[in-house]
């Protein structure tokens, strides 16, 4: 097990992260219509820019999901996945924030939508 240091730590993180969702009966769905080769790069550019400090994502994440039926249930499960993916391949202070962030992030998210 190693930390989060590098953008190939988190490259490796979200393609094993999207691949487990992809395959789940309850997250498919949301996937039909996505084209992973260039979502996937957005995704490695956010967890960049949220651990890394990497400079220049300015996408608002929140936005872009309150277009879709999700349900409390849905993020649930996705951050099984990500806490799962997380500790399955890293250790240390980032893979601790990452958990943290998604955490807040799917909060955030599901706030905004049940308001809709």
């Not at 084209?35 to 956010?46: C, I, Q, S, Y």
């Not at 349900?71 to 980032?94: C, S």
């Amino acid at each position: 097990m190693r930390t989060i240091q590098n953008r190939n730590d988190i490259e490796k993180l979200i393609a094993t992260f999207y691949t487990k969702m992809a395959k789940d009966p309850e997250l498919s769905p949301f996937f039909i219509n996505i084209d992973l080769e260039k979502h996937l790069p957005h995704m490695v550019h956010f967890w960049c820019f949220a651990l890394l400090d990497e400079p220049g994502y300015t996408t608002n994440v929140v936005e872009k999901h309150l277009h879709m039926p999700l349900k409390p249930k849905h993020f649930d499960i996705w951050l099984k996945y990500f806490n799962q993916t997380v500790d399955a391949l890293f250790i240390g202070e980032k893979a601790e924030a990452a958990k943290q962030r998604a955490a807040l992030i799917g909060w955030t998210i599901q706030s905004k939508v049940e308001k809709k």
